[in-house]
C-alpha cells in the first residue's frame, strides 16, 4: 500500500504543481486525499465477537471498521481514514476548517479492552493558525456496540460553529458487485413508515451543486433520530443518544469523487476511477455553535451492526 | 395603491366555485352566433355572450361543449376595503352580441354587477376574430369605477373535459431549455413569465393558445380548474380553462388586454411550436452573435469562491487553468464567483474581490486568457441586493419590491460549503430589485460597466429566468404608478444593457440561465442542465441558438452523447464546476472527440436545421434516442443515442426517399457506408449522413 501511494503520489504531484489552488481546496475539504496525509504508525484497535475497529496511532482516524460476523469491510481502505473535522471562521474570514488528518494526536490510548482515548491539543486551523482547542474522544465497544463520546475545549477567542464526528472516510459496500445499500431513516422519529434513500450503486445529489465539491446527502434529525445503512441482509445502525440533546446534528454522506453520469447516476463501480479513490464518506455532524473558553460535551453517537432487513435495524434504537 | 391586497389562492378558488354554482343554475342559454373557417368553429351564446362550443373543423374535437356550462367572463375587483369582489356577466344585464363580419364579433358587456348585487361602471368589449383557423380575443376594459379591477379571466372555457377519443390531456409550456408536461387532472399552471403559449396536448391532435403579445405587459395565466369531483345536474365534473390577465386596471382607465390567440393543431408538440414559430418569426429580433460562439465551441465552468469566503483560486493562479482550456480546444471559461463575496454574496455588486487579487489582476488574466483564445465569460447576477451588505441599508432598500401591504419581498439566497450554511444558517437573504424602477435600472447598468471594464468577451446573468416568487412591486415612488410586473422590467433593463455593451463591443456576449424565450432577444446565450427526459425544444425553435449544457460526471458519456443529439454546447464542469479540466480526463476525452466529430462534419452536425425526431424513424433492439438535422443542401443527418448502460443495440434508420448514407461516431470518426442498419456499443452515438 505504501508503495502504491508512492507510485500515486509520483503520478499526481505534476499536475498537483499546476493545479495546487483547486488541489489545496479540495484536500482541504476532501480527507480522502491521501498526499496530504501523515503515514501511519500504528493501529490500536478494539474488537469483540461483533466487529473490530482500528485507529491510527499518530493521527487517530478511524482506519478500519468491520463487522465479523458478516466479514464485511465497512471502513475498507486505512489511507481513507479520518478523524474528525470542525469549523472555527474568524472574525474577517468565516472559511476556517480544522482537519483531522492534518493534526497530530497527543493521545490514541487503549484504556482497556473495550475503551480507547484520543486526544488531539493545540488544533492547526486553515487560515486562522494553531488554536487552542482540545478535542478529545473516547470510544468504547460493548456487546457489539461502539459509542463515541467527544468532548471539545474551546480555550479560543473564536466560536466553533460545528463539528463532525466521528468520521468513516471509506464506509464500503460489502462489494462492488453490491447491488443495493441505502440509508433508511424514520421520518419524525417514529420506527414506522421507513424510507429508503439509495447509496449505491446510484447516489442522487441532495444539495445545491453550486455549493458541494461532491454528491451530498444530509439527514436531519426531523427525519430521523437514527439511520440504518443497509444492504442485503445486513446494515449498520447509527443513532444518537439525544437524552442530552440540546443542538442540532445531521448524518451526512458525501460521494466522492463524483458520479459516472448525472443521467444515470450511477456511483463509479470501481476502487478509483481516473486515478482518484472513489470512496462514500459519512459522518454525525453537530451544529454546536460553541461559544469562546468553554467546555462542551457531545452527544454520544451509537454504532452498531446487525444482521437483518432495515426492520431489525430499527428495533435496535431505543428512544 | 396601499389598500390592494393579494387574494389568498385558496379562498379564490372556494369564492369561484360558489359563484360559478349559483349562476349555472340560473343561466338561461339563448341563440347562437359563430365564426368558422375549416379549420376551427367558435361559438357564443346571445344571451351571455359566452363562449359555449369551440370546434376543431379538422377533428371531431370540441372542446368546449356544454353550453349550460359555460362562463362569459370574470373580474376580481380590490375594493378600498381590501376585500374581494368577483364580478360575473350578469343574467339580467345581458350581452350586445354582433357579428361585425364573416370572421368577426363584437361583444360587450356594460354596467357589470359584482357578487353582492351592487352596479359598478365597467364595461368590458371583446373583439372575436376568427383567421385562418386562429381566434384571437381582444378585451378592452374601461373601468369607471374607483376600485382598482386585479384580474379578468377571460376567455373563459367552462368545460374543457372531452379529448378526442377521450384520449389523456397534457398541459406543455417553455420553461428551462425543457418543455415541461402535466396532465390536464392535475390543475397545471402556466404563466406567461416563462411561456407566451402552452399546449393542450392530446395523442395526435393539440389545442395552441397564446398571448398574443411578447412585450410582457402583465402577467398572463393560463388556468386548468377540475370542478367537482362528482358527476351532478347542477355541478357535474369538468374542467375549466381560462386565461387570467393579471392586469391591475387602474380605476377610471381604460385598458386593451393582450390578444388571445386559439388554434388547434394536427400531431405532437412539434406541430403546435410551429404555431409558435411561426408567430415568433414575426416579433422576434435575432440578436447579434460573435463568430466565436457561432462555431463549434466548449465552455468550461469554474468558482472560485463563495460567501464563506474560501478564496480558492486567487486571479494569478486562474491563467493555469486557461492554459488547461487552450490545452484542450476549449474555447471559454465561465468564471464564477470573481466578484466582491464570491458567488451569491454581495449582489448586485460587480466589484472584484480583495481576497482574491486586484482589479489589475483580474483584468490582466481576461487579456491573457483571450489571447489564447479561451474567452472569459462573467459570471453574475443584477436581480437581488444582498440583505447583509451596507450598500443594502443605505441606499438598496429604496429599490425593492413590496407587497401590498409594504412588507419587503425576500429571497432565501443559496447554501455553501459549510456545514453551517448547507443547514440553512448564515445564508445570504437577498431584497427582489424592482426593473421596473428607472432608476434601479441605472444602477444596474453602473454595475454592468464594471463587468464591460473588466475586458471579458461576454457575461452570462445567473437566474436572469426569474425574480424570485415576486410577480409585481406594489412600492410606490419608483417612478411609475404601482403595481409595476418585475418581467416588464426584463427587456427594458435588457435593452439598456445591451445599448451599454455595444459602445464597447457587439461582440460582448450577452448570456443567461435559461432565458425565458422572449429574453433571448437580448440574451442569444442560454445556460441550463438537462436530465435524460428532456426536451429540446428551444433547439427545435432555433437550431443555431447557442445552448449550453453542464457536463459533471467523471465518465459522462450519456449526457454528452445527448449533447451531441440536441447541438448544445459542452460545458465541462468537473467537482460541480470547481475543477481543474483535467480533472475528469474520461469525459473530457470523450467530450473532445464529439466536438471533433461536429467540426469534421460540421454542415451536418452543426450549421444544419434540427428537427428533432421529425423527417426519420428509427427502431432499435434496446433503449435509444435520435435526432434529425436537414443541411442547407437538403441532405439529411440522423445521430442516434443509443441509452443502454452494458448493452450493444442494431439500430435501423429510416429516411424518406433516402440518398446513400454512412455512417461515424465520435470514435471512429473517418465515415464508412451504411444501409442504415447499424450497431451502436453501450453509452454510444452513431451518425448517419446522407451523400
Avoid at chain 1, 271 to 286: A, N, Q, T
Avoid at chain 2, 460 to 479: I, K, M, Q, R
Wanted: hydrophobic fraction near 35%.
Amino acid at each position: 500500500m505504501a508503495s502504491q501511494r508512492k507510485n500515486l503520489k509520483r503520478q499526481l504531484l505534476p499536475t498537483l504543481w499546476i493545479c495546487f489552488p483547486a488541489a489545496l481546496i479540495l484536500g482541504v475539504l476532501s480527507l480522502g486525499d491521501m498526499l496530504l496525509k501523515p503515514a501511519f504508525a500504528g493501529e490500536v484497535a478494539l474488537h469483540d465477537d461483533s466487529v473490530s475497529i482500528s485507529f491510527d496511532s499518530r493521527s487517530g482516524a478511524l482506519i478500519r471498521f468491520e463487522d465479523k460476523k458478516k466479514k464485511w469491510n465497512i471502513e475498507r481502505r486505512p489511507e481513507l481514514g479520518n478523524s474528525f473535522r470542525l469549523f472555527a471562521p474568524l472574525p474577517d474570514r468565516r472559511w476556517n476548517p480544522v482537519l483531522g488528518p492534518k493534526q497530530t494526536a497527543t493521545e490514541v490510548k487503549k484504556l482497556s479492552d473495550h475503551e480507547i482515548r484520543l486526544q488531539w491539543k493545540n488544533l492547526v486551523s486553515e487560515n486562522g493558525g494553531e488554536l487552542p482547542l482540545t478535542l478529545t474522544a473516547e470510544v468504547t465497544l460493548t456487546n457489539g456496540v461502539l459509542r463515541f463520546d467527544a468532548t471539545l475545549e474551546n480555550d479560543s477567542s473564536l466560536t466553533v460553529e460545528t463539528i463532525d464526528y466521528p468520521y468513516f472516510g471509506d464506509f464500503s459496500t460489502p462489494s462492488r458487485e453490491c447491488t443495493n445499500m441505502a440509508v433508511w431513516a424514520a421520518p419524525h422519529g417514529s420506527q414506522d413508515g421507513l424510507v429508503p434513500d439509495e447509496l449505491y450503486p446510484h447516489f442522487h445529489n441532495e444539495k445545491g451543486y453550486w455549493g458541494v465539491f461532491w454528491p451530498t446527502k444530509i439527514l436531519e434529525p426531523d427525519r430521523s433520530h437514527f439511520c440504518l445503512i443497509q444492504t442485503s441482509g445486513e446494515g449498520v445502525h447509527v443513532g444518537v443518544d439525544t437524552a442530552s440533546s440540546d443542538y442540532r446534528w445531521q448524518y451526512v454522506f458525501e460521494q466522492h469523487p463524483a458520479l459516472m453520469s448525472t443521467i444515470t447516476e450511477m456511483v463509479p463501480p470501481t476502487d478509483s476511477i481516473s486515478g482518484v479513490p472513489v470512496h462514500l464518506e459519512f459522518r454525525v455532524c453537530h451544529l454546536i455553535f460553541q461559544k469562546p473558553h468553554s467546555t462542551m460535551k457531545l452527544m454520544p453517537v451509537t454504532v452498531q451492526c446487525y444482521q437483518g432487513d432495515q426492520h431489525t435495524g430499527s428495533e435496535l434504537h431505543k428512544p | 395603491m396601499d389598500t390592494i391586497l393579494t387574494f389568498p389562492p385558496r379562498k379564490l378558488l372556494a369564492g369561484c366555485a360558489f359563484a360559478i354554482a349559483a349562476m349555472l343554475a340560473a343561466s338561461v342559454p339563448g341563440n347562437e352566433i359563430t365564426l368558422q373557417d375549416g379549420k376551427l368553429l367558435a361559438a357564443f351564446d346571445t344571451n351571455s355572450g359566452a363562449l359555449i362550443r369551440l370546434e376543431n373543423g379538422a377533428t371531431s374535437w370540441v372542446a368546449d361543449q356544454h353550453p349550460e356550462l359555460a362562463v362569459p367572463f370574470r373580474l376580481n375587483m380590490f375594493s378600498p376595503a381590501q376585500k374581494h369582489d368577483f364580478v360575473y356577466r350578469d343574467k339580467n344585464h345581458p350581452v350586445t352580441a354582433q357579428k361585425v363580419s364573416n370572421h368577426e364579433i363584437r361583444l360587450q358587456w356594460k354596467d357589470l354587477v359584482d357578487e353582492q348585487g351592487k352596479s359598478l361602471p365597467i364595461a368590458m368589449t371583446v373583439d372575436v376574430t376568427l383567421t385562418n383557423g386562429a381566434l384571437m380575443f381582444t378585451a378592452t376594459l374601461e373601468n369607471h369605477s374607483p376600485t382598482m379591477i386585479e384580474s379578468i379571466d377571460y376567455p373563459y372555457m367552462g368545460d374543457f373535459d372531452e379529448a378526442p377519443e377521450g384520449t389523456p390531456m397534457t398541459v406543455k409550456h417553455l420553461w428551462y431549455g425543457n418543455l415541461p408536461s402535466e396532465d390536464i387532472s392535475r390543475k397545471p399552471g402556466v404563466q406567461s413569465k416563462q411561456s407566451l403559449f402552452c399546449l393542450v396536448q392530446s395523442t395526435n391532435t393539440g389545442l395552441y393558445v397564446e398571448m398574443h403579445d411578447p412585450t410582457q405587459p402583465y402577467l398572463l395565466n393560463f388556468i386548468f380548474d377540475r370542478r367537482s369531483l362528482t358527476k351532478s345536474t347542477n355541478g357535474p365534473m369538468r374542467t375549466e380553462f381560462h386565461t387570467s390577465h393579471v392586469a391591475y386596471v387602474h380605476p377610471d382607465s381604460t385598458m386593451m388586454l393582450a390578444p388571445v390567440v386559439m388554434r388547434f393543431y394536427r400531431g405532437d408538440w412539434h406541430a403546435g411550436v410551429d404555431l409558435y414559430k411561426a408567430w415568433r418569426a414575426i416579433w422576434f429580433k435575432q440578436p447579434h452573435l460573435p463568430a466565436w460562439i457561432q462555431d463549434v465551441n466548449s465552455w468550461q465552468q469554474l468558482q472560485i469562491n463563495s460567501p464563506e469566503q474560501d478564496f480558492r483560486v486567487p486571479y494569478t493562479n486562474l491563467i493555469s487553468y486557461a492554459q488547461q482550456c487552450a490545452d484542450n480546444g476549449v474555447s471559454a471559461i465561465q468564471l464564477v464567483g470573481w466578484n466582491h463575496w464570491g458567488q451569491d454574496g454581495a449582489d448586485p455588486a460587480q466589484d472584484i474581490e480583495p481576497g482574491l487579487g486586484t482589479w489589475q489582476q483580474l483584468h490582466d488574466f481576461i487579456a491573457q486568457s483571450q489571447a489564447k483564445n479561451v474567452k472569459v465569460i462573467l459570471f453574475a447576477k443584477l436581480n437581488w441586493a444582498d440583505l447583509t451588505m451596507p450598500w443594502y441599508t443605505n441606499e438598496l432598500y429604496k429599490y425593492q419590491c413590496e407587497a401590498p401591504d409594504g412588507k419587503r419581498y425576500d429571497q432565501g439566497g443559496y447554501q455553501y460549503f459549510t456545514p453551517t450554511q448547507l443547514a440553512n444558517i448564515g445564508v445570504h437573504r437577498r431584497a427582489v430589485m424592482d426593473f421596473c424602477d428607472p432608476a434601479y435600472r441605472d444602477v444596474a447598468t453602473k454595475e454592468f460597466e464594471k463587468i464591460l471594464a473588466l475586458g471579458s468577451a461576454g457575461w452570462l446573468w445567473d437566474e436572469v429566468c426569474h425574480h424570485a416568487t415576486v410577480l409585481y412591486n406594489f412600492a410606490p415612488s419608483h417612478g411609475y404608478n404601482p403595481p409595476g410586473y418585475l418581467y416588464g422590467g426584463d427587456l427594458p433593463l435588457s435593452e439598456q444593457l445591451r445599448a451599454t455593451a455595444d459602445k464597447v463591443s457587439p461582440d460582448f456576449l450577452f448570456s443567461g440561465e435559461a432565458p425565458e424565450d422572449w429574453l433571448c432577444q437580448y440574451f442569444p446565450g442560454s445556460y441550463f442542465r438537462i436530465n435524460a427526459g428532456s426536451v429540446p425544444v428551444n433547439r427545435y425553435i432555433d437550431p443555431q441558438e447557442p445552448l449550453v449544457v453542464s457536463v459533471i460526471g467523471f465518465d459522462d458519456r450519456e449526457i454528452l452523447n445527448l449533447i451531441l443529439m440536441d447541438r448544445y454546447i459542452i460545458e465541462y464542469e468537473p467537482y460541480n464546476f470547481k475543477g481543474y479540466l483535467t480533472d475528469y480526463p474520461l469525459t473530457l476525452a470523450y467530450g473532445k472527440k464529439i466536438d471533433a466529430l461536429r467540426r469534421k462534419y460540421k454542415a451536418y452536425l452543426w450549421d444544419a436545421e434540427f428537427r428533432d425526431t421529425l423527417g426519420a424513424s428509427v427502431t432499435s433492439d434496446g433503449s435509444s434516442r435520435y435526432s434529425v438535422f436537414i443541411t442547407a443542401s437538403g441532405k439529411r443527418a440522423v445521430i442516434v443515442v443509443n441509452m443502454e448502460s452494458s448493452k450493444t443495440i442494431t439500430a435501423n434508420v429510416q429516411l424518406p426517399n433516402p440518398r446513400k448514407l454512412i455512417v461515424a461516431t465520435p470514435e471512429s470518426p473517418d465515415a464508412t457506408s451504411t444501409d442504415g442498419a447499424v450497431k451502436i456499443p453501450p453509452r454510444s452515438a452513431a451518425v448517419l449522413m446522407e451523400q
